[in-house]
């Protein structure tokens, strides 16, 4: 009798400690499940830049109180002279099982340039957007989100190169409107926006609309987007529709070696550009790689007696990283018809430049 009573309280203990255990399992799983819903990551970035036989600072009319722009490439952001700033981004997350959103919020020079049509509180505001999964293959968002041509970003933290391309630079930087996207396959995708004109990230003043498209394939080894955009940009006055098509990808050749390609066309009524890089990376060491940005780019305008603008630059760049901190030595060289002066003040057609960018992420 008293052998059937221990063994009977032993049982009960048994499944009191095993109820408490899965209890204790489900509310650490429920409780980790909902934590990491959330996310927070970002970057903070500088960088020091100078010209190579060149002047940094011009004084044409021999006045210190009105000093004449420096040199620099024609593209965006690491165009300063000296030690300058960059911007810290931070990006707020939730993703559920069906909806999430993202802020994502910059601050500094690079920040400030990468939303120049927006004002007021919304000028710290680079994407804002909310998302649902319809079904696993169907996704709906809504919100300013960054462009999805070319392949180069805002973020430094998403190039190889420190500073950025003319086809960048001449590009759309972000969009505010509606994007269904398509899992087609495992490897085959598929998008279609309505959108505001280009980088009215705030609101649409001219009542006009863009239309968006894009055509992926991604596997283990690499990816190619085939990207499409047209519409009225809404600048006032009258306004010819704009189309853009834009081919982006990049392979893994090896374990060690790299390659990206770019390639670009826009035209409004006969005036336009077009343009094509290369990106090859090569891997040497484990905390450093190096890599080449060889870009042309042309600006063509349908008007008598202008010719067509032709530039080409080539960008060598290292990748030194030290945990989350990644230092960018950069050497760079822009070429076009007498578009630079030369230290004595002459028109040349090059001008050479050294960045060093710094960056880390969280």
Sequence with gaps: MKTKTVTTLFKKVCLFSLALISFSAIAQEEE???????????????????NIG???????????DTPDPFQAPGTSFANESGFALGMANVILGYEGEKVGFVADLVYGPRGEDAVFNSVGSS?????????????EKFKLTVGNFNTYLGYEVISPTGNFNYSTSYMFTNGPFSHTGLKADFALSDQWSAMVAIMNPTDYTENNPFDTYIVG??????????????????GNEGEPGPSEPTFQVDLTTGWDVSDKFYLGFNGTYLDTDGSGFYGAAIYPQFQLV??????????????FVDTDGVDDVDVT???????????????????RLDSSEDAFLDKDLEATSSLSSFVLGAIYKF
């Design 32 to 50: 980790k499940k909902w934590f990491d819903n959330f996310s927070v990551n970002g970057s903070v970035d500088g960088y020091f830049r100078t």
């Design 54 to 64: 060149a002047p940094n600072t011009l004084d044409l009319d021999n006045n210190p």
């Design 123 to 135: 000028n710290i505001v680079n994407q804002l957007y909310v998302y649902w999964n319809v079904t």
């Design 213 to 230: 498209a894009q055509v992926g394939y991604s596997a283990d080894s690499g990816s190619a987007y085939l990207n499409f955009r047209y």
């Design 286 to 299: 484990d905390s450093f790689a190096l890599g080449l940005r060889g870009e042309y780019f042309n600006t």
């Design 313 to 331: 630059a080539i960008t060598l760049t290292g990748s030194y990283d030290i945990g989350n901190l990644t230092f960018k030595p950069e050497f």
